[in-house]
């Protein structure tokens, strides 16, 4: 079992930044991949962002390469997603999900995610 706590989410400007961040709690949380989602309202929920669980592979989606970072400290256990330059499309509730180090998947297919969080709120006005 693994527990997924994302904060972070707020109202900001276009331009601005923020920083997510997901805190993974559980016996065997160290050994998962973590992926960050993003759901637009209205939209499909779409990977943004993945990090494997020693920290040292990193995936991104098109649209958010060059503006976001996704990074991890081992010691808390807990992965940060660094958004800059955020634009009013980048407005979405934002998940974390944790998929097995054992197996091979694709970033993108949510099917491979064991445990997800509850979300956090990121709105960017214009």
């Known amino acids: 079992q693994v527990l997924l706590e994302e904060s972070g989410g707020r109202s900001v400007q276009a331009g601005g930044s923020l920083r997510l961040s997901c805190a993974a709690s559980g016996p065997t949380a160290s050994r998962y991949n973590i992926g960050w989602f993003r759901q637009p309202p209205g939209k499909e929920r779409e990977i943004v962002a993945h990090?494997?669980?020693?920290?040292?592979?990193?995936y991104y989606a098109n649209s958010v390469t060059g503006r976001f970072t996704i990074s991890k400290d081992n010691a808390k256990n807990t992965v940060y997603l660094q958004m800059n330059s955020l634009k009013p499309e980048d407005t979405a509730v934002y998940y974390c999900?944790?998929?097995?180090?054992?197996?091979?998947?694709?970033?993108?297919?949510?099917?491979?995610?064991?445990?997800w969080g509850q979300g956090t709120q990121v709105t960017v006005s214009s």
């Open positions: 999900a944790a998929a097995s180090s054992d197996r091979s998947y694709y970033a993108d297919n949510l099917e491979a995610y064991d445990y």
């Open positions: 990090i494997k669980w020693r920290g040292d592979t990193t």
